[in-house]
Nanobody, 127 residues
Framework: QVQLVESGGGLVQPGGSMRLSCVAS????????MGWYRRAPGQQRELVAT???????TYVDSVKGRFTISRDNAKNTVHLQMNNLKPEDTADYYC?????????????????????WGQGTQVTVSA
C-alpha cells in the first residue's frame, strides 16, 4: 500500500546536472530514513546517499561534493541533486524508505512498511 515513484532520470552530458525526485504515497503518517541507491550495468547495487528525518545525511565517497540529498517531509518527497556528473554515474537509480508508518484503508490502525523500493529511474551520462 506504500508506493515510491521516482522521476527525473534521462540522458545528460558529462559535467552536467540532473535532479531526481521520489514521492511516497499511501496514507503516510511518517517516513524514517530515505535513501538513493544505484545499480550500474553488470554491477551490484550501491548505496549513494541517505537522509534521516532530521536531515542527517550520508554519502558514498564517490559522490561527495557533487550530489546532495534532501527531503520535504510535508510532501513525502526525497530529492537527489546531482552535479558534475561523470560517465561512471550511469546507472539505474532507486529510491528507498527503510520504514514507513501508514494507515491502510482496509485496517483501522497504523501499520509499518519496511524496506520499500521504487521502480527505478535510469540515468545515463554520455557525450
Amino acid at each position: 500500500q506504500v508506493q515510491l515513484v521516482e522521476s527525473g532520470g534521462g540522458l545528460v552530458q558529462p559535467g552536467g546536472s540532473m535532479r531526481l525526485s521520489c514521492v511516497a504515497s499511501g496514507n503516510i503518517i511518517r517516513i524514517y530514513t530515505m535513501g538513493w541507491y544505484r545499480r550500474a550495468p553488470g554491477q551490484q547495487r550501491e548505496l549513494v546517499a541517505t537522509i534521516t528525518e532530521d536531515d542527517t545525511t550520508t554519502y558514498v565517497d564517490s559522490v561527495k561534493g557533487r550530489f546532495t540529498i534532501s527531503r520535504d517531509n510535508a510532501k513525502n518527497t526525497v530529492h537527489l541533486q546531482m552535479n558534475n556528473l561523470k560517465p561512471e554515474d550511469t546507472a539505474d537509480y532507486y529510491c528507498n524508505a527503510d520504514k514507513v508508518e501508514f494507515l491502510p484503508t482496509t485496517i483501522g490502525h497504523i501499520t509499518s512498511s519496511f524496506d520499500t523500493w521504487g521502480q527505478g529511474t535510469q540515468v545515463t551520462v554520455s557525450a
